[in-house]
């Protein structure tokens, strides 16, 4: 079975540009997250969605950050105008309803803001 | 204050060697928690769970201790392929995410 499947893997821009990083979650699966890890912070929540409907987007950072999820199989993040200090690895994880201790993650997606 | 402390480490430990972490939180509403393991540059995959009575899978045991908040992982038997760093993970009480520490690095050496 395929897993959370993450694009693109790595990008490089300048400050200033958009990005859209994007999500495939695992079939079936309910809940969907986007975390951002950085050597600073560590791992944080950034918004999670359930039944593609988003409950929790505290962690988005600033306006310039917004996430979408138009279906069960689909979800973007994107940063609009990104800075440098956006600089991180950005994982995508998803789990089932019944399950609330296993988070499948992407392998994440390393963006790098000049 | 974090949610989740954890000694950021590296610890470096001979292969057969008994290592242990700790793991602090802050919200006495925690009542699901975990061990993560990540790989350098690669993502985050459960561990094991964390039982109140304490359990273990096989040269791991995971302890939790509600009234000091602490979470404890023991590994027996170091394997070099232990290597890597390990999150602990917990979850609050009516919340769907689960909020991770900064993780603790092992190296296993030779």
Sequence with gaps: ?114 | RKEVEQDPGPFNVPEGATVAFNCTYSNSASQSFFWYRQDCRKEPKLLMSVYSSGNEDGRFTAQLNRASQYISLLIRDSKLSDSATYLCVVNRRGRRALTFGSGTRLQVQP
């Design chain 1, 1 to 114: 079975d395929a897993g959370v499947i993450q694009s693109p893997r790595h990008e490089v821009t300048e400050m200033g540009q958009e990005v859209t990083l994007r999500c495939k979650p695992i079939s079936g699966h309910d809940y969907l997250f986007w975390y951002r890890q950085t050597m600073m912070r560590g791992l944080e929540l950034l918004i999670y969605f359930n039944n593609n409907v988003p409950i929790d987007d505290s962690g988005m950072p600033e306006d310039r950050f917004s996430a979408k999820m138009p279906n069960a199989s689909f979800s973007t993040l994107k940063i609009q105008p990104s800075e440098p200090r956006d600089s991180a690895v950005y994982f995508c994880a998803s789990r089932g309803t019944g399950n609330t201790g296993e988070l499948f993650f992407g392998e994440g997606s390393r963006l790098t803001v000049l």
